[in-house]
């Protein structure tokens, strides 16, 4: 397999953390999302900012890539997972992404990781498995928790598909009756990074990118929820950072419980002027605003 810069893909130093991470991501993925790009090779990128984040978000993954760079390996280059790697005991990355053929992450992630590996360590954190029975974490698209979807997964070389119960949290376990080793096959469920999205709870948070005077003056735009897009409109004098809500826009509630809202926090972006016509703009909003609006 062939090493990956996980770091270079995501334009961040070695030493970023968590929100520069996230701020990494959040960027690319707008930037290169198949829905967005017009680059030939948009997908293929796309799915390469993804797998970054996806190994280095999670605080054991990057300890067991960084350990694995420190090797002084560049990308490109042929590398062997050492034996025992991980650590004396080794580090439980028995993980399924949905999507069945690995949800488009490389070899080299798969193997890092440890996805081809055959089921039958122990049963992880949470509650105690029955023996015999075999526990993995499902990493699953929150589009599937909002609706309620089956995904495909592949295990040991097989293809099952998971009915996720719509709404089901983060730790709720998935059982799937004798698809295990030895035994059923306990899926302890959490959400794949999604490039819009962010979950607390039961809301789900967008960071929706305006213009300045859309932000200044006012004005109904387009927002994506996990439902579909919806009209949302920004009050006049909006500044960076501040949050609207949607109510019941969120992840739907279980047992009983109402709905999350989506929080849509606004960023003012500045777009890049290409005419002249659009520069003379800028100049003369300069010329209206001076130095005083840092006050």
């Known amino acids: 397999m062939q090493f990956k810069d996980y770091y270079g893909t995501l334009g961040v130093e070695p030493g970023a953390d968590e929100a520069e991470l996230k701020t990494a991501y959040r960027r690319l993925a707008r930037k290169y999302h198949p829905d967005v790009s017009k680059a030939a090779d948009a997908e293929e990128q796309f799915k390469a900012v993804n797998e970054a984040y996806e190994a280095l978000r999670d605080p054991q993954k990057r300890a067991a890539y960084d350990q694995l760079r420190a090797r002084g390996y560049r990308p490109g280059d042929e590398v062997q997972t050492p034996h025992g790697f991980g650590g004396p005991g080794g580090v439980d990355f028995e993980e399924i992404f949905a999507g069945g053929d690995g949800g488009g992450f490389s070899d080299f992630f798969e193997e890092l990781f440890g996805r081809r590996r055959g089921f039958g360590g122990g049963p992880g954190p949470g509650a105690q498995a029955p023996r015999g029975d075999t526990r993995a974490k499902l990493a699953v698209p929150l589009d599937a928790v909002y609706h309620g979807n089956s995904v495909r997964i592949a295990v040991n070389g097989r293809s099952l598909d ?19 080793a030895h035994g059923d096959l306990l899926l302890e469920v959490e959400y794949a990074a999604h490039p819009q999205f962010e979950v607390d709870g039961g809301n789900v948070i ?87 609006w840092r006050a």
């Open 162 to 180: 998971v009915n996720v119960p719509r709404g089901i949290r983060p730790g709720q376990v998935i059982r799937l009756r004798g698809q295990g």
């Open 206 to 292: 967008h960071v929706l990118a305006v213009a300045p005077w859309e932000a200044a003056l006012g004005a109904t735009v387009s927002a994506p929820t996990l439902g579909g897009p919806v009209e949302l409109r920004i009050p006049a004098g909006s500044e960076a950072g501040r949050r609207l809500r949607l109510r019941g826009r969120g992840l739907p509630g279980t047992r009983g419980a109402p709905a999350g809202d989506q929080i849509v926090e606004l960023e003012v972006l500045a777009p890049k002027p290409q005419t002249d016509a659009q520069r003379e703009a800028y100049e003369a909003l300069q010329a209206a605003f001076g130095e005083g």
